[in-house]
């Protein structure tokens, strides 16, 4: 198989718009908190679309926040000079809104209307399934000493070889995924292979990856 074939493969694998559509919501009442700061825990918001709504901190919902602090004690079990760093959290529905238009737009005339929408979902979650604006969704990487470990490709490079078993990858690189993986799915979260840096826990996607009854969080505006 060559590249390409390689990477459609991967990208044919990951779950739908149609499958995600189905998956109920039972919403809880936890609320949006901004992600603790410890010795091996960071968050700094990447990209500007939030700045408006919750300037430069970055919220996740109470129990996902709870989970990031035990994902980065297991990750220090193992060395105490890695931390973990949130680059995006919560996403307020209007700008996941936005950009998905924007692709729409983009896509619109290549597919028909059934196939434009898990098209456009492939490039950018569809608003009613996608699981930052349910401040359950975090992009995430790990630091040693302050610098970002090899991944393979930065963080938010949104090419195939960011596909987190992508084989175009060095050695180092897949092993730093995959000790990222690790670490958040033993505290809970559910991994998005399309993206190595993309975990969830209580949206649609994390009820999916673990074949759960449904999802606790569902899309939630901002409130301080
Ligand atoms: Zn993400």
């Known amino acids: ?10 990208a044919a694998d990951a779950v739908s718009y149609e499958e995600l559509r189905r998956v109920p919501v039972t919403p809880c009442k936890e609320t949006l908190v901004k992600i603790p700061q410890t010795p091996n ?3 700094k918001q990447f990209g500007d679309d939030m700045l408006p709504i919750t300037g430069n901190v970055v919220y996740v919902r109470q129990n996902a926040a709870r989970r990031l602090v035990t994902a980065s004690k297991l990750l220090a079990t193992q060395d105490p000079r890695l931390s973990l760093q949130v680059v995006y959290g919560y996403r307020a529905l209007s700008i996941q ?3 998905y238009r924007k692709f729409e737009t983009e896509l619109s005339g290549q597919f028909s209307s059934t196939e434009l929408r898990e098209a456009v979902h492939r ?10 604006p349910t401040g359950g969704a975090v992009d995430i990487q790990i630091l040693r000493d302050d610098q970002p470990l090899d991944f393979g490709t930065k963080i938010w490079d949104f090419a195939p070889d960011s596909f987190t078993y ?4 060095s050695q180092l690189a897949t ?25 969830s826990y209580g949206d649609k996607e994390w009820a999916y990856y673990y074949n759960l009854p449904g999802a606790i969080y569902d899309q939630i505006e901002f409130s301080r």
Do not use: C, T
Not at 1 to 10: E, G, T, V
Not at 123 to 132: E, Q, R, T
Not at 178 to 188: N, P
């Open 175 to 199: 092993s730093n995924r995959l000790m990222l993986r690790d670490v958040m799915m033993r505290a809970g979260f559910a991994p998005f292979d399309g993206e190595w840096w993309h975990f």
């Open 41 to 43: 825990l960071y968050s």
């Open 166 to 169: 992508s084989p175009f990858v």
């Open 123 to 132: 490039l950018i979650a569809s608003p009613d399934v996608a699981g930052h």
């Open 1 to 10: 198989m060559n590249k390409q074939s390689i990477y459609q493969k991967l």
């Open 97 to 99: 809104q936005r950009l």
